[in-house]
């Protein structure tokens, strides 16, 4: 059974930084894309990080040069470093994994794996 656990959310001021982790227990996936999703106030969702088991990662323009995804393999664990934290990044951010393929390239619902997400709220 897979289970997805965020941490590392907070509240901080605008310029700050947070580290958000996530541990995919039971996750044993050796080809797949994972990444961060942002939910913002409303149905709006998008995923700001993905990175595929290759490392090869991907970022929404607005957080280039300012958040990096990494993860650490064994142990089986997603990162996302956001610095110059601006409010516009408010939001949940939860992160998910492939179930079936490894194409970063489908819709948020299709990805199979996620979770419940962690609050990040960045004051002005």
């Known amino acids: 059974q897979v289970h997805l656990a965020e941490s590392g959310g907070g509240s901080v001021p605008s310029g700050g930084s947070l580290r958000l982790s996530c541990a995919l227990v039971?996750?044993?996936?050796?080809?797949?894309?994972m990444g961060w999703v942002r939910q913002a106030p409303g149905p709006k969702r998008e995923a700001v990080a993905l990175?595929?088991?290759?490392?090869?990662?991907t970022y929404i323009d607005s957080v280039k040069g300012r958040f990096t995804i990494s993860q650490d393999v064994d142990k089986n664990t997603l990162y996302l470093q956001m610095n110059s934290l601006k409010p516009e990044d408010t939001g949940l951010y939860y992160c998910?994994?492939?179930?079936?393929?490894?194409?970063?390239?489908?819709?948020?619902?299709?990805?199979?794996?996620r979770g419940q997400g962690t609050q990040v709220t960045v004051s002005s």
């Open positions: 990175i595929t088991a290759d490392g090869i990662t």
């Open positions: 039971g996750y044993t996936n050796s080809d797949y894309c």
């Open positions: 998910l994994a492939t179930k079936y393929g490894a194409t970063c390239r489908r819709g948020l619902d299709d990805f199979g794996y």
